[in-house]
């Protein structure tokens, strides 16, 4: 079946340190592939996306390149700030079975000390 | 502001009671879904809807129910079958059920059995 498999946490990292949070899935057909962020109390947000194999998503910094090859489609951020602290969420949506399901990885929580 | 909106922020149940609840968006959307949140696991489908008058049960959908009357409104019941209801909650739309379609979030609702 489909899944999401990302690092589990928590990932502590300086400010304007490097980020990267893998992720790894497997999935029938062609998924397209999400990264979400969750701030405390909150719902999710989109952060980026990709929806065919070799597209780059951006937002705010960060990256994530869909690699079909290696079936992973893991965040970068260059320098990370302490307002980047949050639960990051790697996810994938396939044709077939629940339509248009989002498939989540369990989340990765990052907190930047100053 | 178009967006998703859900009610209340918090709700406590006592044991063997119904609790609904809200979910609008005036995005225009014509797909809905509710997830459960639990503490360090990603996130589960529990109903998603298509269409106006359609609903189809999720990953974990007994004890829930929902009914979708109104395209903008997408009210999800916790019945008292369901065994362990303490959860956060969250209502998603999209356009439509495409793959390739970004899944907007509302706040939540963290429900709390008694």
């Known amino acids: 079946g489909n899944s999401v498999t990302q690092m589990e946490g928590p990932v502590t990292l300086s400010e304007e340190a490097f980020l990267t949070i893998n992720c790894t899935y497997t999935?029938?057909?062609?998924?397209?592939l999400f990264w979400y962020v969750q701030y405390p109390g909150e719902g999710l947000q989109l952060l980026l996306k990709?929806?065919?194999?070799?597209d780059k998503g951006s937002n705010k910094g960060f990256e994530a390149t869909y690699r079909k090859e290696t079936t992973s489609f893991h965040l970068e951020k260059g320098s990370v700030q302490v307002s980047d602290s949050a639960v990051y969420f790697c996810a994938l949506s396939t044709i077939g079975g629940s339509q248009g399901n989002l498939i989540f990885g369990k989340g990765t929580k990052l907190s930047v000390k100053p | 502001d178009g967006g998703i909106t859900q009610s209340p922020k918090y709700l406590f149940r006592k044991e063997g009671q119904n609790v609904t609840l809200s979910c609008e968006q005036n995005?225009?959307?014509?797909?809905m879904y509710w997830y459960r949140q639990d503490p360090g696991q990603g996130l589960r489908l529990i109903y998603y809807s298509q269409i106006v008058n359609d609903f189809q049960k999720g990953d974990i959908a007994e004890g829930y129910s929902v009914s979708r009357e109104k395209k903008e409104s997408f009210p999800l019941t916790v019945t008292s079958a369901q065994k362990n209801p303490t959860a956060f909650y969250l209502c998603?739309?999209?356009?439509?059920?495409?793959?390739?379609?970004?899944?907007?979030f509302g706040p939540g609702t963290r429900l709390t059995v008694l």
């Open positions: 999935a029938t057909g062609y998924p397209s």
């Open positions: 998603a739309s999209s356009m439509g059920g495409a793959r390739t379609d970004t899944q907007y």
């Open positions: 995005l225009n959307h014509d797909a």
């Open positions: 990709a929806t065919k194999a070799d």
